[in-house]
């Protein structure tokens, strides 16, 4: 049985408005972008043990021409693959408390 993907809204903002960046930097390399998103995606919906576990229960996998990470986790009974962000790899993030 095939992995399901869900992603939190977190992850699809983010390629969501990296999309439009990428656009703005040259028209048709959004679409590059988002191809290299979709081929690490069906990398680790293949075979998501490939890619360690990174922190807690979270693995990190990446697509192959830009600087992004692609962070989930395995929810194995339910066969299912949770994507929690897709962000920039030299990208500052606020961390919530």
């Known amino acids: ?3 399901k993907i869900l992603y939190f809204d977190e992850a699809l903002d983010n390629v969501k408005e990296s999309k439009k960046w990428y656009k703005e930097q040259k028209n048709g390399l ?3 972008f988002a191809s290299s ?3 690490a995606i069906i990398r680790v919906q293949a075979n998501p043990l490939v890619f360690a576990v ?3 229960n979270i693995r990190i996998a990446h697509p192959y021409k ?3 990470s692609i ?3 395995i929810d194995e009974p339910r066969k299912l693959i949770v994507i ?3 962000i920039h790899d030299h990208r500052d993030i ?4």
Do not use: L
């Open 1 to 3: 049985m095939a992995y």
């Open 30 to 32: 959004q679409n590059v």
């Open 37 to 39: 998103i979709k081929s």
């Open 54 to 56: 990174r922190y807690r």
């Open 66 to 68: 830009f600087p992004f």
């Open 71 to 73: 962070h989930f986790y």
């Open 84 to 86: 929690t962000n897709i």
């Open 94 to 97: 606020e961390t919530k408390q």
